[in-house]
């Protein structure tokens, strides 16, 4: 005579038949380690609270936190600060000639990042754009090293609707290659999204300062970049 066991139950005959392998151990109550988890998630969220402030934020704040706590992360932006100074020495875009690519891209991505903007022959939209946006990115990130060469410069026959293609360089490989702007925003493709573009491919972290920081040049420059790209939605009527 077979007696059917339930092998979830708590019982003394189970925890004897568990014992002895005759039935599989009865699964773990997974509550108290979601609890754990979630207390350990409020613990590093509130430890990690002023992970994206600023200095001037962080001042901000001295009625409401303490002191000493204020005070190392005080010590921590301003040692990214000095980092992110001494690191900066682009700050330009880097015009290319194709004798001089090896060097200036590929060597030169052993010790940064280095992105490459193949350009338009005729100055298509895209192109126009994502120029000016590059020299907005080389400004403020000037441990990044960006330039830029006319696409069928630098390879013989390549066409015009890839442009502008955008390839992301480390270490003398290519890392990522953006052929037009159709994986952001076309034509409408603002700092933002090359920003995130960097925190993609490792080039920033996503706490750098720089991410947050705007003034009112950015927003300036990101409207008259909306009117420069209906002028040019114009032509292309």
């Not at 509550?31 to 969220?45: D, F, K, T, Y």
């Not at 907005?136 to 441990?143: E, P």
């Not at 090293?145 to 360089?169: H, Q």
Request: hydrophobic residues 30%.
């Amino acid at each position: 005579m077979e007696v059917e066991v339930n092998p979830n139950e708590d019982t003394e005959w189970n925890d004897i038949l568990r014992q002895h392998g005759i039935i599989p151990e009865k699964p773990k109550d997974p509550e108290p380690l979601i609890q754990e988890a979630l207390i350990e998630a409020e613990r590093r969220a509130h430890e990690n609270r002023l992970e994206d402030k600023d200095l001037d934020e962080l001042d901000a704040l001295e009625d409401e936190e303490d002191e000493d706590f204020l005070q190392q992360y005080r010590q921590k932006r301003l040692t990214e600060l000095s980092t992110l100074q001494q690191t900066s020495v682009f700050n330009q875009v880097y015009p290319l000639q194709k004798v001089d690519y090896a060097r200036e891209v590929t060597e030169a991505s052993n010790s940064a990042f280095v992105l490459v903007h193949l350009t338009s022959p005729s100055g298509n939209v895209e192109s126009r754009v994502l120029t000016e946006l590059w020299r907005q990115m080389a400004s403020k990130f000037g441990d990044i090293k960006f330039c830029e060469i006319r696409a069928d410069m630098c390879i013989e026959g390549y066409p015009e609707r890839n442009t502008p293609t955008i390839l992301v360089y480390k270490d003398t490989e290519i890392r990522k290659q953006l052929v037009t702007l159709r994986e952001m925003n076309g034509p409408r493709t603002k700092v933002t999204d090359l920003q995130r573009l960097l925190v993609e491919i490792g080039a920033v972290k996503e706490s750098d300062v720089r991410l947050k920081k705007r003034d009112d040049s950015d927003d300036e420059r990101e409207k008259q970049s909306d009117l420069n790209v209906e002028d040019y939605d114009d032509d292309w009527d």
